[in-house]
């Protein structure tokens, strides 16, 4: 017998790399000696490598769960040609193929099996897989077992048989979204409640957070690609018909682009991805279809001409940009206009109201970052729950001279009237009461009868509901456990200091109506 290699080893020889990045090493020791791990890391942080070396550093075969058949083609792929004994199970494989690679695994002859979570589930798989030596599970894109994540896949909640059924076979969860809510559906869904937990930084350094109000979006965007001539890029925007209407723009002015959406031809599509894979300076107009599994590491931009459906789409979006760690921009013009197709999307969808509240907080979440007046990356941090950050002097709050104004009076009554109201109820009823409205709700409740009935007149129905939303974006005000949508007091140490006047709050407000009635915008 072979003794077996060290991850050392097997990082330098088989994958032909110097050295484990960030926390890769402590995560391969860990799974290598048996234990199960969560492993959290941002897109191109090298979370294959997690599973791949335990894989071949412990004996039997890891059978890796990944929902895209599309990247386990490629994983599997790159593996054999590194002379790694891998193979897939999926619906796309053919009858003759599927058999030749259960004799390969009953032989003992896999290091690695890539399975789809239904191949795996659907059948007798599972029953099989009890009969062979098995090194790990690898749960690959984990965040799918979550309902509150943007990515939910049912047949994920299924994989909970595996802590039932294969209790001594490490298992090894990853994801690369971050937020505390879908970080406990994970452990609790898949059993990781005695896992380690391996937590990388989401911080993108060398991606520069540039957002402008939205005028005249066209013009904007051109003037913008024209300060990147020659680089790849991919344009984000929210229909097929703005695709192509935007893909035509920059043709015509002169660059390499190309549409993508769902409802073009898949050779069509897959020919763009093939050009922008291989090709220089080609840009790709796309629609979300354009999206998972796009791994060319020299990406100098993202931008995004409509705003995208949450904070976390935001930052997977984003992400794409600067895999090789050169600079690199996320680019994105926002107005008051995207968000109303937004907020329909989401009534008009056929999720439960709970899951409808939850779909608007997390647009609500990107609101705000859209409209803060602080350092991007420190929201957009804070958000994915890595306190603590300073400001970052890399996007463009920070590099650019701010419009912000002291709203420390707002803030105090907003911050009033939610505790008057006993903190069951949402912005708009806040507003109402705030600017002396004059609703059934607000009769019938009572709240006309309250001190702060009519004590905003000073900002309009838009500022106070963009200030509702900075305040929720940092952390004053957020919403009630129950989910339907209340606000409550954010933390004390926070809320009590601008209560008391201690401290004091800047942020950048839309125009007063007048204005906006005025100008042309
Ligand atoms: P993720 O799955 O987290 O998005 P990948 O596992 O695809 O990231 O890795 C991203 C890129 O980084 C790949 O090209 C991979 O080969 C490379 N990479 C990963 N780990 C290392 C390392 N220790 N040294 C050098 N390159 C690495
Ligand atoms: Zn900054």
Known sequence: MTPTPTPKQVLREVFGYDAFRGPQAAIVEHVCAGGSALVLMPTGGGKSLCYQIPALCRPGTAVVVSPLIALMQDQVGALRQAGVRAAALHSAESGASAAATWRELQAGGLDLLY?????????????????????LFAIDEAHCVSQWGHDFRPEYLQLAVLAERFGTVPRIALTATADPRTRTEIVARLGLEQAAVFLASFDRPNIRYLLRDKSEPKRQLLEFLASQRG???IVYARSRKRVEEFAALIKAEGHDALPYHAGLAAETRSAALERFRHGSGVIVVATIAFGMGIDKPDVRFVAHVDLPKSLEAYYQ?????????????AWMVHGAADVPPLRRFIEESDADPAQKRIEH????????????????????????GETGSGDCGNCDVCLEPSQAVDVTEPARKALSTVYRTGGRFGAAHLVDVLLGGDTTRIRSLGHDRLGVY????????????????QLTARGYLVAAADGHGGLQFGPDALVRPLLRGESRLEVRLPPPARERRGGRS
Not at 317 to 329: N, S, Y
Not at 361 to 384: H, N, Q, V
Not at 454 to 469: A, K, M, N, T, V
């Open 361 to 384: 907080g997390r647009l609500d979440a990107l609101i705000g970052f859209a409209e803060t007046s602080s350092c991007r990356r420190r929201i957009l941090l804070d958000y994915l």
């Open 231 to 233: 680089h790849a890029g």
């Open 317 to 329: 979006e984003t992400g794409r940009a600067g895999r090789d760690g050169l600079p690199a921009i």
């Open 115 to 135: 399975v789809s979570p239904e191949r795996l589930l659907n059948g007798d798989l599972i029953e099989r897989l009890a009969d062979l030596p098995l090194a």
């Open 454 to 469: 009519g004590i905003g007149r000073e900002l309009d129905r838009l500022q106070w509901r963009s200030l509702f939303r």
